[in-house]
């Protein structure tokens, strides 16, 4: 009984970079969303997507791209990684009920 | 953008005591959920709130949602070491809104 399945967990990243973190849940739940969590900011929206092919901008977009091909996957991609984008990112999966799911985390460090 | 204010920011006490946890806003949300978050972890849901003026409880926790469908509070009573954690609340309307949570240490 997996749920949602983040990787990697920990990444370090030189400015410039490119990276996709993964997101996978198996629970058909048509709506997944990524947010960031740094100290005293709580947890931000970044993406979020209602069903496959559907895909939206959340609070702080900038510099994250998403794609939803399928039911399963939501990955998020960082364009250009800046040390600005050092945090904590969770993938969500969101049940009928509004309950969400969410995975371990990526701790992403940009130096 | 819907803004929910949690307050205390960071609260420690010690094994026994009873306390309360608010969550705040000036907007109407449709339900109003409480998570509850280890480190290293990401959230795990505790209770969501529907009605106005409901009231849930979950062994030592008790959850209130406002008359109005704006505020909420968490009740602890007796906490125990296994509560400490960083307590979230967060509002539902066309998406999930998180508020900045609440640091709990509760000290053997």
């Known amino acids: 009984n997996a749920g949602v399945t983040q990787t990697p967990k920990f990444q370090v990243l030189k400015t410039g970079q490119s990276m996709t973190l993964q997101c996978a849940q198996d629970?058909?739940?048509?709506?997944m969303s990524w947010y960031r969590q740094d100290p005293g900011m709580g947890l931000r929206l970044i993406h979020y997507?209602?069903?496959?092919?559907?895909?939206d901008q959340g609070e702080v977009p900038n510099g994250y791209n998403v794609s939803r091909s399928t039911t399963e996957d939501f990955p998020l991609r960082l364009l250009s990684a800046a040390p600005s984008q050092t945090s904590v990112y969770f993938c969500a999966s969101v049940s009928e009920n509004t309950e969400a799911f969410f995975g371990q985390g990526t701790r992403l460090t940009v130096v | 953008t819907q803004l929910l204010e949690q307050s205390p920011q960071f609260l420690s006490i010690q094994e026994g005591e009873n306390l309360t946890v608010y969550c705040n806003s000036s907007s109407v949300f449709s339900s109003l959920q409480w998570y509850r978050q280890e480190p290293g972890e990401g959230p795990v849901l505790l209770v969501t709130?529907?009605?106005?003026?409901e009231v849930k409880k979950l062994k030592r926790l008790t959850f209130q949602f406002g008359d109005a469908r704006k505020d909420s509070s968490l009740h602890i009573t007796a906490a125990q070491p296994g509560d400490t954690g960083l307590y979230l609340c967060?509002?539902?309307?066309?998406?999930?809104?998180f508020g900045k949570g609440t640091k709990l240490s509760v000290i053997p």
């Open positions: 997507s209602v069903g496959a092919g559907i895909t």
């Open positions: 629970m058909n739940h048509e709506y």
């Open positions: 967060a509002g539902q309307s066309y998406q999930l809104t």
């Open positions: 709130v529907v009605t106005g003026g």
